[in-house]
């Protein structure tokens, strides 16, 4: 097989959701946008040709049917890669054959349904083949009065939550939290949630769409029926004492190229924000794959094979055999870095060599029992 050793490009696949959006901004073009909204959106990447009125819910930047835009591994999904390529794909480090880290641009214009995700031990027990889910945001556009649910208002009992998600009123039994741009939240199995209108946001999780919704509020789905419900599992994994992880403090470190966010870390996945003022060259990591979705700005991918443009709404992977690679911003650009962490070594110790870190370690950095 050719050898991955350049940066790659994925092309998401849109998801059709009932709860979604027309209007893709600030992320996506939609074809058939008028010529002065189109140079408004210079720098922007178009979204394929999706039907004009289709709302639009997620987009799967690292889903099975992302498609490679370049490279030896051009116009194959992600699922075709993951499974020929293995670790060269993923990393020595991952031993999975699909793709460690599923991330999503999730667009809101009505409420999600109320829900819950196991962990791995109960996926494994109730739902073999499948693993929990672990999850994260980061609030990218918040409209005015934005918001969602996180974890149970105390005292709330099962035998409420469950009589009210029949009713269709859990949302009365859940803490409401109106977010501003730029915060993230931290959503780990077992937390009763719900993202709620008016949200553009960054989601990554560990690679499963196992959900057990438990309040649809009586809504019907795109094939016009009920969507199902499941309250046995539901409520068996939700966990009535889960706190709310938010608003999670910005622990920013300078770099000659401008500013690096630690966002938020856990066993499954890690969350950085990069910040580009000028170029700046990078090393691959040796053991694991690397992504990078490109939330603001536009520019060039470099290496020494040549160049590539990248602009907002791309993502790109970078395979361990890449050495090096480097990254020249047209106008100050962010990124969002997503990757399976060595804790100790991408979060700890960065931290508690800073000034003040330590302090925000806990709050950052979420380890279950049995890894403290």
């Known amino acids: 097989m050719t050898k991955l050793d350049v940066p790659l490009q994925l092309a998401p696949a849109f998801q059709p959701k009932i709860w979604g959006r027309r209007d893709l901004a600030p992320l996506y073009q939609r074809p058939g946008m008028s010529r002065r909204r189109r140079r408004a959106d210079e720098g ?12 639009i819910g997620e987009a799967w930047l690292t889903g099975d049917e992302a498609r490679f835009m370049n490279g030896p591994v051009s116009g194959l999904t992600l699922g075709e890669v993951s499974r020929q390529y293995g670790a060269e794909l993923h990393g020595e480090s991952w031993k999975g054959d699909r793709f460690p880290v599923l991330a999503k641009f999730i667009y809101t214009s ?8 196991p962990d791995d031990a109960y996926a ?11 999850e994260g945001w980061y609030i990218l556009k918040a409209d005015r009065g934005a918001s969602f649910l996180l974890g149970l208002k105390p005292k709330t009992s099962i035998e409420a939550l469950r009589a009210a998600c029949e009713r269709g009123l859990s949302k009365k ?29 960054f989601e990554a ?9 438990l309040d649809d ?27 709310a992880h938010r608003a999670l403090p910005q622990v920013v470190l300078s770099e000659p190229y401008g500013s690096r966010r630690l966002v938020v870390a856990c066993r499954t996945f890690a969350v950085e924000e990069l910040t580009l003022r000028k170029a700046a060259s990078f090393a691959g990591s040796a053991v694991r794959v690397e992504a990078l979705a490109v939330v603001a700005g536009d520019g060039r991918v470099e290496t020494g094979a040549g160049w590539l443009g990248y602009r907002t709404g791309e993502t790109w992977l970078i395979p361990p055999a890449t050495t090096s690679y480097r990254l020249v911003p047209r106008v100050p650009t962010r990124l969002l870095k997503f990757y399976v962490p060595d804790l100790a070594r991408d979060f700890v110790q960065p931290l508690t060599a800073r000034r003040g870190g330590a302090a925000k370690l806990s709050k950052i950095v ?4 049995q890894e403290k």
């Open 124 to 134: 494994a027990v109730h739902d073999p083949g499948n693993v929990g889910k672990c």
């Open 205 to 213: 999780e560990q690679n499963s769409d196992l959900t057990y919704r």
């Open 217 to 243: 509020f009586g809504r019907l789905g795109l094939d016009g029926k009920p969507r199902p419900l499941h309250l046995k599992k539901g409520m068996e994994v939700a966990r009535l004492d889960s706190p």
């Open 173 to 201: 039994l859940l803490r409401l939290f109106h977010p501003k741009a730029n915060e993230a939240v931290f959503v780990p199995p077992g937390t009763v949630h719900a993202l709620g209108p008016g949200l553009v946001l």
């Open 110 to 117: 009505d409420w999600l349904s109320v829900q819950v995700h």
């Open 44 to 55: 922007v990447a178009v979204a394929p040709a999706i039907a004009t009125m289709e709302r």
């Open 366 to 369: 979420f380890l279950t029992d």
